[in-house]
DNA sequence: TTGACGCGAGAACGAGCGTTCTCCTACCGT
DNA sequence: ACGGTAGGAGAACGCTCGTTCTCGCGTCAA
């Protein structure tokens, strides 16, 4: 098996893992039964778990804001767009194996002990606030708008995580679609 | 020393440990050397760890419901009462021991993997999004504007955990004037 | 053909930790 | 004074799990 696909079924035996049950309750040998990739094969790929968990956020990092942006493109006019991140939150929040934000969670679980784990979250949380600014920016709103309507999705992922339901996505939709209206 | 007092002493100790560094990288003799309860005293209290976690959120949950009411009822006007809860929170985010949400994170840690504690989560939120709604009752407001405040709220706990910063609680704050304007 | 090498399977090792056990001390009622 | 009991200190036990090691097999170049 070459080392490009046996990387890439580990990543993605550890991502449904990982956030399935969390980090800590999932062990190497788990990834190697789910991926069918030896012990042997995962330590060269991936010299310790540790570095499997940040490839593991970073991998869907990227995609995560790639298949939002994909989505908001589809919208022309810029009040839409910042609509339509809230729309595809709910179509998200839908999905069966929806489990909340796997950095809010990450974070939860691994902030207080690895710092490259926290600074992950961070920086992901920072991009997406940075996407909400430049929408902002885009509809010529004025500015601190982007931080509220970040704050609103960011509840609404915490919230539809905790409660195993998509209608928080509706609620911070309407609460964003207000506070478009008074901005 | 008394069993009550040896309850409260595991639980401060406790409290401390699991919301400074999260649940599992706390072991009982952590909590035993922080204490100073003896492992046996604690076995007896506590039959298990996860009782003494489930023990350590109730009584947290307690008193965080029990010093936002108190901080709100300050207040008089129902308007200023619904605000008031985002400056309690943004003088909860400026302790120096913050460090965000404790069930959030014990929802990102455990809620994967114990039923008891993911429950115990959710009753927390359940509750303080109904003390929420009955603030906005109060207020002869609509009762939708209790979900949006709600995830305003969440969205302001994680992102203050997440950036150690007491600032989302302003900018939810002002989000929340706005969304009493317009209602 | 052969020998070096890569790899998978799985055992092995070592640390951490939840939980229990042992042993000893101090105190209690009588 | 003394037997019984509660409690503390800390060792011990068993399990999990991250990480490494062993062994045996197939492959490929010379």
């Known amino acids: ?48 778990k540790e570095q499997l968990v940040e ?10 804001r790639g298949q939002l942006a994909e989505y908001v493109e589809r919208y022309g006019e810029p009040r839409e767009r910042i609509l339509a ?14 489990r909340g934000c796997a950095w809010i969670n990450a974070y939860g679980e691994l902030g207080a002990t690895s710092p490259r784990v ?3 979250v961070r920086a992901h949380k920072r991009a997406f606030r940075d996407y909400l600014t430049s929408l902002v920016e885009a509809a010529g709103l004025p500015g601190p708008l982007a931080g509220q309507l970040f704050l609103l999705a960011e509840g609404a992922m915490v919230t539809a995580g905790v409660t ?15 506070l478009l209206e008074v901005a």
Chains 1, 2 share one sequence.
């Open 85 to 98: 991140v809230f729309d595809w939150l709910g179509r998200w929040f839908g999905e069966p194996d929806f």
């Open 164 to 178: 195993r339901s998509a209608e928080p996505a509706a609620e911070a939709r309407e609460a964003a679609r207000l």
């Open 1 to 48: 098996m070459d080392s490009a696909v046996a990387r890439e079924r580990a990543l993605d035996a550890a991502e449904e893992l990982f956030y399935g049950r969390g980090v800590r309750s999932v062990g190497m040998d788990d990834v190697r039964g789910s991926s069918g990739v030896s012990l042997k094969r995962l330590y060269q790929l991936f010299p310790a």
């Open 55 to 64: 490839a593991y956020l970073e991998r869907r990092d990227a995609r995560w």
């Open 118 to 120: 926290a600074g992950q």
